[in-house]
């Protein structure tokens, strides 16, 4: 039961989490070109990938730094080749630098210079992932992009976190004890107690009325009988409850204060 009502929620949130993350790799993305182009202009050299003078082949700064603060995983790529990559433990593990970019990729960033933001399953895992191209910006972008930037979340790894989540807040919040339930049926019954005194009080005053209107008071003397009929049944439904949930309480349990059994009295006449 817990499991399935933990699986709706989850699937309840997920477009929420999915379009946040989302956003937020985008923004990740943003935030490493930013960081790459102020080392200089990114060019190629040989087998590298360059900002300046800095290569960025296994980069061990730019990428920890900017993963650690997005809690994404975030690779570089030098033409459709991996070569550096970093992602926090949440964000699932870090692509294979010398690896090649998934085919939608360097159909949408590369031949189209688009950003791509969707689904893809990599090494059998489903992964939300935004990338977008990495332009040099000195050739006028005659040859195409350089590489690409890309920031992922592994969502099958966020599922059972999630998930995980769920069930320990379950399993570490303690539930209502009979106890608390007997507290609120103590209040409820106190409120049933009132109405039923209120209705007595008028049944008894509705028969000296009566009584003093002689035969023009016996409709309205019914009418107090009725009246004096349900206070005596609402005090003992209210004798019965409190009866029962005294034998339910565990032996050590005190019943809940101003918890007193009564008897049902007659009616007023």
Not at 205 to 234: M, P, T, Y
């Amino acid at each position: 039961m817990v499991a399935a009502v933990n699986q709706e929620l989850i699937e309840s949130l997920r477009p929420i989490w999915t379009r946040r993350i989302s956003d937020r790799a985008v923004s990740a993305l943003e935030l490493l070109e930013t960081m790459i182009r102020a080392y200089g202009v990114v060019h190629r050299k040989d087998h590298e990938l360059r900002a300046g003078e800095r290569v960025l082949n296994d980069d061990r700064e730019l990428l920890p730094r900017v993963a650690r603060c997005t809690s994404l995983g975030l690779s570089l790529y030098l033409g459709n080749r991996r070569i550096a990559s970093f992602a926090v433990l949440d964000a699932g593990a870090a692509g294979e630098v010398g690896g090649f970019a998934d085919a939608a990729l360097v159909d949408a960033v590369l031949r189209k210079r688009e950003t791509f933001r969707g689904t893809l399953v990599l090494d059998g895992r489903r992964h939300l992932v935004a990338c977008r191209p990495l332009m040099s910006l000195q050739s006028h972008d005659d040859y195409g992009p350089l590489g690409m930037i890309e920031a992922y979340q592994d969502l099958d790894s966020l599922d059972a976190m999630v998930d995980t989540g769920l069930r320990e807040g379950v399993s570490g919040r303690p539930g209502p004890t009979f106890r608390d339930h007997a507290d609120r049926m103590e209040d409820v019954m106190h409120f049933i107690d009132d109405v039923g005194r209120r209705l007595q009080l008028l049944a008894l005053n509705g028969n000296i009325l009566a009584a003093q209107a002689g035969d023009h008071g016996r409709a309205f003397r019914v009418v107090c009988r009725e009246l004096g009929s349900l206070a005596a049944q609402s005090k003992e439904a209210v004798a019965r409850v409190r009866r029962l949930t005294q034998e339910l309480l565990p032996e050590e349990d005190d019943p809940p204060p101003g918890f007193v059994l009564e008897e049902p009295t007659p009616d007023p006449e």
